[in-house]
């Protein structure tokens, strides 16, 4: 039966279909077709020519970020000679951070294009976090239906197990007994060996099943003489149904591959969220050493910098490569599962087909070993209650193997009931599809974000480190920290734009204060009180106070002791006592 290359409930999705879509070029520059064969050499070419062009803008980033280097190395040292000449202009209009101007407008663009920068990566680390998150949905859901497959074709491997083993008992136990029993009666005798016969049929009908892996060898080991209905484990503790004579699991086994895939996802998990973490560090200690003007901390994130890039170009070409390849297995997905499922376990293309597509006008490749199953416990049923009425009353001691046998016979009955129902193909085909849209719609869009991301950051950590020593220069040098920390340390209550003016006011050459002016006296000039003496030596011996203004005493305002007061009382000309007493009390 040709194998049908659709799947109901399924269709591809436009960015699997365009994806698809894309041209395939391998190592000799020449077309190849688009078919999903990850162990051909020529379809790992074209994956790997896909995955060059990462390479090709990695090598971009490094080409624009060596000439930005190089333009700031080149016009570092013109930009010195011009500041000589220019610097007294410069400081004329200068600004809080000493810079106006050309200069300062250069400065400010770099800073600000740094910041832009660091903005694009954050967004592209928002993009990435939920990337990661949908792919992470994607395997989990991928995942869980390849384990509850598993936990469906586990129960198959034990249902048919445990009929297969209470057969052969009541074939070995029960039934050798009756037929003893039953030897001087031809028709009772030749009823029991029907029964046998029957079972032995039965038993070669459920072994021929192909779905059956090593039932006959699990079977055996059972030696109890009752069988119960079969109440399996839920899925997530079922334990993954590998054959018994092989050392490693099969490739396409639902359990293994279940296992297998959450390992790995764990892995990229982690790896991806490390990565994300890496970017967002870098671009905050980046914000906090452009605010601080910290060059150890820039220097430091700028490494850190190199390295993100080289991982974010990287990680892009893992990225295209694995959803250029995800969505060829996407748009024909049976294909790709009937031919490897075929060639490696052995299972009919039909019993494949019937699973994978489960179309409603195909029947089940075992509906005759069914029916012919069915059948064969029907007559043994028959037979055993034609023993039952006739034969019992005549041989009294043949009861107690009778009802074994049909005890038997109605937990057989019981587990044949369930693996019918577990050989339906609805079972299996939804969890199919189930796997199928995990990994083709919410892996593959996880899969898109991650790439938008990598784009994105390799772009934005490029602008960085264009942008980066263009900022180093607007940082003051270590003589201006120094001179700024020394005028700091004379006074610590000027400004910082106070104290450029100053030194830039020392430069043109002292100005002369306000009151050293020539007729200028130092009464001031909205002061209603009467001026206090200035005495060279007061009474006590002590110097006197100079009338000298606040400004070039560089000191804070005297306080005034008594006996100043009492002096200053006494050389009135019309002394006021209450006056006196008043400015005593202040």
């Known amino acids: 039966m040709a194998a049908m290359t659709t799947v109901p409930s399924y269709s591809p999705s436009i960015w699997v279909r365009m994806c698809h879509a894309l041209p395939r070029l391998d190592l000799s520059m020449q077309m190849r077709d688009n078919i999903f064969a990850p162990d051909s050499w020529e379809y790992q070419q074209t994956l790997l020519v896909l995955s060059s062009l990462s390479a090709i803008a990695l090598v971009i980033s490094l080409l624009v970020v060596l000439s930005f280097l190089i333009h700031y190395c080149c016009c570092q040292r013109g930009d010195r000679g011009e500041g000589s000449e220019e610097e007294e202009d410069d400081e004329d209009g200068s600004t809080g951070h000493g810079y106006s101007g050309k200069k300062g ?169 490390l990565l994300l973490l890496l970017d967002l560090i870098v671009c905050l200690f980046i914000l906090l050493g452009l605010a601080k003007q910290a060059r150890w901390l820039l220097i430091l994130m700028t490494v850190l910098a190199w390295l993100a890039l080289f991982l974010s170009w990287g990680s892009l070409g893992l990225e295209t490569a694995t959803v250029v390849a995800l969505s060829d297995f996407c748009s024909e997905p049976n294909m790709f599962v009937l031919n490897s499922s075929q060639i490696s376990t052995g299972t009919s293309s039909d019993v494949l087909d019937y699973y994978l597509t489960c179309s409603r006008s195909m029947n089940s490749p075992f509906q005759q070993l069914l029916t012919q199953s069915q059948r064969a416990l029907s007559n043994i049923h028959t037979h055993l209650s034609s023993l039952d009425r006739n034969a019992l009353p005549q041989f009294p001691k043949a009861e107690k193997s009778l009802r074994e046998v049909q005890q038997i016979l109605n937990s057989t009955e019981g587990n044949f009931h369930q693996l019918v129902a577990l050989l339906n193909c609805r079972g299996l085909n939804k969890d199919y599809i189930d796997s199928l849209k995990g990994l083709c719609y919410d892996g593959m869009e996880g899969l898109l974000y991650l790439s938008l991301y990598s784009f994105l950051s390799g772009l934005a950590f490029t602008a960085i480190l264009c942008s980066l020593p263009g900022a180093w220069r607007s940082f003051p040098s270590e003589s201006e920290e120094y001179d700024d920390s020394d005028s700091e340390s004379e006074d610590p209550f000027t400004s910082h734009q106070a104290r450029r003016q ?50 070039d005493r560089q000191s804070p305002p005297p306080s005034y002791s008594p006996s100043m007061l009492t002096g200053y009382g006494g050389n009135q000309s019309h002394p006021n006592p209450s006056h006196s007493r008043n400015l005593y009390s202040r």
């Open 105 to 273: 407008r250069g400065i400010c663009c770099v800073t600000w294009a740094a910041v832009a920068a660091v903005t694009l990566c954050c967004v592209a680390i928002g993009i990435g976090f939920y990337g990661n998150s949908e792919a992470n949905d994607g395997m989990y859901q991928l995942t869980s239906s390849l384990l509850t497959a598993n936990y469906t074709l586990a129960s198959i491997d034990l249902l048919i197990s445990d009929t297969i083993t209470g057969l052969q008992l009541s074939v070995s136990g029960p039934l050798t007994s009756m037929e003893e029993m039953f030897s001087g009666s031809k028709p009772f005798l030749v009823s029991t060996r029907n029964c046998r016969r029957l079972s032995e049929n039965v038993i070669n009908l459920l072994s021929s099943i192909s779905l059956a892996r090593a039932s006959e060898e699990a079977g055996l080991g059972n030696n109890s003489g009752v069988i119960t209905p079969l109440t399996p484990a839920p899925p997530s503790v079922v334990p993954t149904v590998v054959p018994t004579n092989s050392l490693l699991p099969n490739p396409f086994t639902p359990g293994w591959a279940a296992n297998t895939l959450m390992v790995n996802e764990d892995y990229r998990w982690l790896s991806y969220v």
């Open 502 to 551: 100053a030194s830039s006011g020392s430069q043109r050459g002292a100005m002369a204060p306000f009151y050293n002016y020539p007729g200028a006296g130092w009464t001031p000039p909205f002061s209603s009180a009467p001026p206090l003496p200035t005495p060279n030596v007061s009474s006590n011996g002590n110097p006197g106070y100079e009338s000298l203004p606040l400004t």
